[in-house]
């Protein structure tokens, strides 16, 4: 057996449909993989991902975005709500 790191933003989910997507059709081997070993895959692009983060382009007003909503939290922590609340406040829960 494989040993496969913790993945902490990895959330298993059953899809609703099936599709291809662009990779998997260029690179139909990886449809070929184990479960595990598509763990693995991710992980190792993840790790590439990481490691060239400064070659990432970001978008400006997102930044923006981004840098307001934590500056709205860190003056009001209390007006944050989990991911659970923030489901059953819109009826996904």
Do not use: H
Request: with cysteine.
């Amino acid at each position: 057996m494989i040993a496969v790191p913790y993945l902490p933003c990895l959330r298993i989910r059953r899809p609703k449909r099936r599709f291809k997507t662009v990779i998997a059709e260029r690179i139909p081997e990886i449809a070929n993989l184990t479960a595990e070993e598509k763990l693995l895959l991710a992980n190792e692009l993840w790790a590439e991902v990481e490691n060239r983060q400064e070659s990432i382009p970001f978008n400006d007003a997102v930044v923006q975005l981004l840098d307001q909503r934590s500056e709205e939290f860190l003056k009001d922590p209390q007006s944050a709500v989990t991911w659970q609340e923030f489901k059953r406040r819109i009826g996904k829960a």
